[in-house]
């Protein structure tokens, strides 16, 4: 994973600390949003051997898109949004991140 998306909430607060310093206004909820879609896509990327499926937002679904733009995925967040699953057990939503990944690869 890369050094910019942040894995767990010191390293959110880091991020907006960053951001804070450059000026820029960002809150929490917006930084965690970025990263968990941040890391579903990095999944995916590394999973395919490039860029060739999209991650989106949905309302509180991530969704994948393949290269043609047909959805071959939506990932639903265990409480009420993924925000609070990555605040509650952030390394757990990533292990869950990556187990949809493979299954949505490995299932075309």
Not at 52 to 78: F, H
Not at 84 to 108: M, P
Request: proline content about 2%.
């Amino acid at each position: 994973m890369s050094v910019e998306i942040p894995e767990n909430m010191e390293e959110v607060a880091m991020q907006l600390a960053q951001h804070q310093v450059r000026g820029e206004q960002v809150d929490e909820k917006a930084v965690i949003q970025n990263a968990v879609r941040d890391i579903l896509q990095a999944f995916f990327d590394e999973a395919l051997e490039g860029h060739y499926d999209d991650v989106k937002w949905d309302g509180d679904d991530l969704v994948v898109t393949d290269i043609m733009g047909d959805e071959v995925g939506r990932i639903q967040p265990q409480s009420s949004s993924f925000v609070d699953d990555f605040k509650n057990d952030a390394d757990s939503l990533i292990e869950r991140l990556e187990n949809a990944t493979a299954k949505i690869v490995g299932g075309r």
